[in-house]
């Protein structure tokens, strides 16, 4: 695919106190531009130094990297600037290329060309935002994965397979004379085959998502149990504040830290109790706690000396949800509890225990072989392709002409297409390209 775009420049890094700024060129112009500000050596695919001018004048000492299309990550000529960090020397550098011809990026704008380009395909554009948005080590490991290949690889078997059924049926539809009649038990055998990949695909969604977004763990129990000092020793730092007062924690606070690799959403809860004794504000404090139950894949239920009657209301409440049991205080109360962790927030106590089966429980929910993502977009056009297939079934068990099992099987073929981006419309673009950052 070929596309005729303007130029377009933007600083490709944060705006703040740096080593090192990048102000990236894209387009037709981008070589012409360089030649009008770059004083100094300019080589194809070759690190070149010397100085950016304004006419005269020296705005700075820069590294230049010239690619020349289609060796370039937009598949266009591209020219990247590394000079120091100074939002002054960056935002100058910017004007003096938007002065020489080229115009401002849009979000995204630089990935958009990449795809358009034929220099990735949708899914490996998605994973580029999933990139700069990841926050643990294992999403970057499975955004690399979808940028090297590994969802457009299993897309595409899928793909292959439906596609040589569709071209046996066309003919035999269209040269009834020369092809013969697809056999109906072959239809539903490859559209049944591909149905099971699609759900090994589906199946394994949620934990997809929780790769993506993090996993959701909150801290619950009585009030003043230890909930929000095991909070802050989770976190390393203070964060919530911690009383001898019982309904202290009026809301539930979030933050995310990072065990094993994986993103954990913590949330520290209101203490629950019987809201006859819990004025207005607590009140709602209580309500807002039973909600992050459910929100919670993961559930640290704290206790100080043994599980009461209370306690087990609570963990009813909870009891679809993998359930971690943990006696408070340990620096005080040392008594061991059968089933659950011994924990001191003050001493430290049992810490590295309570995050080492944290990291186990997540294995449990997000398999270790869980080597690319899907996000939302991909799972709503796998549904929609499983669906065209469950038609074809339908259609062939009924007995109605085959041409209405071709039509069934390119929807879902096409619904797979829309996954790598061959099917797509403007608002698809729009809505994946405008939550990049600008100079991405």
Request: hydrophobic share 40%; proline share 2%; glycine share 4%.
């Amino acid at each position: 695919m070929e596309n005729n775009f303007d130029t377009i420049v933007a600083i490709a890094t944060p705006m703040a106190k740096s080593a090192i700024g990048i102000i990236r060129i894209s387009g037709s112009k981008a070589f012409d531009i360089a030649k009008s500000i770059f004083k100094g050596k300019i080589e194809n695919h070759k690190i070149c130094f010397g100085h950016i001018v304004d006419r005269d004048k020296r705005l700075d000492e820069v590294i230049l990297l010239p690619f020349e299309a289609p060796r370039s990550y937009t598949g266009e000529d591209v020219i990247e600037i590394q000079s120091h960090g100074s939002f002054t020397i960056l935002n100058n550098i910017l004007e003096l290329a938007i002065s020489k011809g080229a115009r401002p990026a849009q979000r995204g704008e630089f990935t958009k060309r990449a795809f358009l380009n034929g220099r990735l395909d949708l899914s490996q554009a998605e994973a580029v935002l999933d990139l700069i948005n990841s926050k643990s080590s294992k999403s970057v490991d499975s955004a690399l994965n979808n940028l090297e290949g590994y969802l457009k690889a299993k897309i595409n078997i899928i793909k292959k397979n439906l596609t040589d059924l569709y071209s046996k049926l066309i003919a035999s539809v269209d040269f009834p004379e020369d092809v013969a009649e697809v056999d109906n038990n072959y239809i539903v055998t490859i559209c049944n085959d591909n149905i099971q990949e699609i759900n090994k695909i589906l199946s394994a969604s949620k934990s997809h998502d929780f790769l993506r977004d993090g996993i959701n763990a909150c801290l619950i129990g009585r009030p003043n149990v230890g909930k929000s000092s095991l909070f802050n020793a989770l976190l390393n730092y203070n964060r919530s504040i911690v009383t001898e007062i019982e309904g202290t924690t009026r809301d539930t606070i979030k933050e995310n830290i990072n065990i094993g690799g994986f993103l954990v959403n913590f949330c520290d809860t209101a203490g629950i109790r019987d809201k006859k004794n819990a004025d207005k504000v607590e009140k709602i404090g209580i309500d807002n706690s039973i909600e992050a139950i459910k929100q919670s894949e993961i559930i640290l239920f704290l206790f100080e000396k043994n599980i009461s009657e209370i306690d087990e209301n609570l963990l009813n409440l909870a009891k679809d949800k993998k359930i971690i049991l943990i006696k408070t205080k340990s620096d005080i109360n040392p008594k061991n509890i059968e089933n659950a962790l011994n924990i001191s927030s003050v001493t430290g106590n049992g810490i590295e225990e309570l995050k080492s089966k944290i990291l186990d429980v997540i294995r449990e929910i997000i398999p270790e072989d869980t080597d690319y993502t899907t996000n939302k977009r991909h799972q709503t056009c796998l549904i929609k392709s499983k669906e065209a297939l469950l038609n074809v079934i339908n259609t062939v068990n009924s007995n109605r002409l085959a041409d209405l099992c071709a039509s069934d099987l390119k929807e879902a073929i096409l619904s797979l297409d829309e996954i790598t981006g061959e099917v797509l419309t403007d608002n698809i673009l729009e809505n994946i390209f405008d939550n990049f950052c600008i100079g991405k």
